[in-house]
C-alpha cells in the first residue's frame, strides 16, 4: 500500500542548515511534494521535484531524490526563525489515478536563536 | 495568482446546527478537494471534484455534503455534527488531478 513515512522532530540553531528526510512506498507518483505548515494556517507550497530528477534547487531549498531507495530529502540553507514550522513530504501515485495525495505525518522544525 | 480562499475563518456551531463552509479560486483549476485535518496530524482527504463532478468520496459521513455550484467555487455543507469533528478543514484546488494542489489557510471549526 501506499505509504510515507518523516521522522517527528528536528531541531538546528539559526544559521544552521535543516535536513527533513521523507521515505516512500509507491513508485507510481510522477511527482512528489514538499509542503509547509505554520500555526493556525493553511499548506504552502514550497517546491516539488518530478521522479525522473536527483535534484532540484529553489533559492535555500534543496530538494533530493533517490528513486532506488525511496527516498526524499529536504534541505534548509541557513534556517531562520521564521522556518519554524510542519514540514509534510508528499507524494501522489498514479495508481489512484492521481487525485489522492498521502502526506507523511510532518516533521516538526524547531529553529533555535 | 495562486490564491486558494475560504470563508469562514473561523466558525463555532451545535451540534443541532447547517451552516457551510466556503472555498474560491480563480486559477482556472478543474479539481477541487476538501481536507479535514486533526492538531498535529496531516490532512486526510474528505472529497475531491474533478469537472465539477464529484469523483472521491473517502467514506465520508452524510452529515457532511459537499457541493461545486461552478468551477471556481466548492462549498461543503454541515449539519448535526459531532463535537469529534472539530477540525481545520481545508480546501485545495489544481489545475487537473496530476498537478500539484494549493490550499487555502482553512476553516477552523469548533462543534459544541
Known amino acids: 500500500g501506499e505509504d510515507v513515512e518523516q521522522s517527528l522532530f528536528l531541531s538546528v540553531r539559526e544559521g544552521d542548515s535543516s535536513v527533513i528526510n521523507c521515505t516512500y512506498t509507491?513508485?507510481?507518483?510522477?511527482?512528489l511534494y514538499w509542503y509547509k505548515q505554520e500555526p493556525g494556517a493553511g499548506l504552502q507550497l514550497l517546491t516539488y521535484?518530478?521522479?525522473?530528477?536527483d535534484m532540484k534547487q529553489d533559492q535555500r531549498l534543496t530538494v533530493l531524490l533517490n528513486k532506488k531507495d525511496k527516498h526524499l530529502s529536504l534541505r534548509i540553507a541557513d534556517t531562520q526563525t521564521g522556518d519554524s514550522a510542519i514540514y509534510f513530504c508528499?507524494?501522489?501515485?498514479?495508481?489512484?489515478?492521481?487525485?489522492?495525495?498521502?502526506f507523511g505525518a510532518g516533521t516538526r522544525l524547531f529553529v533555535k536563536a | 495568482d495562486t490564491e486558494v480562499t475560504q470563508t469562514p475563518k473561523h466558525l463555532v456551531m451545535g451540534m443541532t446546527n447547517k451552516k457551510s463552509l466556503k472555498c474560491e479560486q480563480h486559477m482556472g483549476h478543474r479539481a477541487m478537494y476538501w481536507y479535514k485535518q486533526k492538531a498535529k496530524k496531516p490532512p486526510e482527504l474528505m472529497f475531491v471534484y474533478s469537472y465539477e463532478k464529484l469523483s472521491i468520496n473517502e467514506s465520508v459521513p452524510s452529515r457532511f455534503s459537499p457541493e461545486c455550484p461552478n468551477s471556481s467555487l466548492l462549498n461543503l455543507h454541515l449539519h448535526a455534527l459531532q463535537p469529534e469533528d472539530s477540525a481545520l478543514y481545508l480546501c485545495?484546488?489544481?489545475?487537473?488531478?496530476?498537478?500539484?494542489?494549493?490550499f487555502g489557510p482553512g476553516t477552523r471549526l469548533t462543534v459544541t
Open positions: 521535484i518530478f521522479s525522473n530528477m
Open positions: 508528499a507524494e501522489r501515485p498514479q495508481n489512484t489515478g492521481g487525485f489522492k495525495t498521502i
Open positions: 509507491d513508485s507510481s507518483s510522477t511527482y
Open positions: 485545495a484546488s489544481s489545475q487537473d488531478q496530476t498537478y500539484e494542489q494549493y
